[in-house]
């Protein structure tokens, strides 16, 4: 009897291991805390684009960008535009888009893979940006954002919402959405353990919107201070019930 409950006490010690190295983080709100729209300049928030977010071309904690649906608006458009090149293209004209950016009146559907091979834990994120720029009324900005989670078997996305960004109108414009934690923007992560994010456009008004960019700010997700202490305590009951196993052989 004596052996079953040791063993009992074992197997409860190791799930309470696992457990607390695999609760998630509780998820804040994800919300639109700026829409800032510029007349007269297309390159007006050029310079706050990220080449080294999480999800910019080249950086190490990006997997793969995968896209679905495109559809150039002309022959000058990139023929896989992912939205990730740290670029604002350049200026255009109604008829011309150069650089990163895509006409879109439709569904585009983009999502980065992040390399969870150097965060098994996946990331925490903390900010989202997004990009418009162009000629004649195309930097209405309408999206969703989807995760998925490193805990809940990949591939099994979830929505953080849908954001609509409005028209900066006239010649010459350009737009940027900021979504971050609805209790201190910018400063802690709105979601954790995200293994790849993805954004779905939908139609704009009063015209299609040119995408320019998308931005990812985070970090790899660490276990936090009290989950590794259940971890600690779980895993001290393990080797403790084996010690006393060993001397009652």
Do not use: C
């Not at 998820?27 to 510029?38: E, G």
């Not at 080294?52 to 022959?75: C, M, W």
């Not at 004209?93 to 439709?106: E, L």
């Amino acid at each position: 009897m004596k052996s079953n409950r040791t063993s009992a006490n074992s197997v409860l010690a190791s799930v309470i291991t696992v457990i607390a190295f695999v609760i998630p983080s509780a998820h804040a709100a994800l919300i639109r805390t700026a829409n800032d729209s510029a007349f007269f300049n297309q390159q007006a928030y050029a310079g706050t684009i990220l080449a080294n977010d999480l999800i910019g071309q080249g950086t190490t904690t990006l997997l793969n960008a995968v896209q679905a649906n495109y559809a150039p608006y002309a022959d000058s458009e990139p023929a896989n535009t992912i939205l990730n090149d740290g670029s604002n293209g350049a200026d255009t004209n109604p008829s011309t888009n150069i650089g990163s950016a895509f006409d879109s009146d439709g569904i585009f559907t983009v999502t980065y893979n992040l390399n969870l091979t150097i965060a098994t834990l996946g990331y925490d994120l903390t900010r989202i940006r997004s990009y418009a720029a162009h000629f004649d009324n195309r930097t209405g900005q309408n999206y969703s954002v989807l995760v998925d989670y490193v805990n809940d078997g990949l591939g099994n996305f979830v929505s953080l919402g849908s954001f609509i960004g409005t028209n900066a109108g006239g010649v010459h414009q350009a737009s940027r959405v900021t979504l971050e934690n609805d209790v201190s923007p910018g400063l802690t992560a709105f979601t954790s353990g995200v293994a790849a994010i993805q954004f779905i456009t939908a139609p704009a008004t009063p015209a299609a919107t040119v995408w320019r960019e998308f931005d990812v700010e985070g970090v790899a997700t660490v276990p936090e201070p009290s989950t590794i202490l259940f971890g600690m305590i779980g895993t001290a009951g393990i080797f403790s019930r084996r010690n006393r196993n060993t001397r009652n052989a």
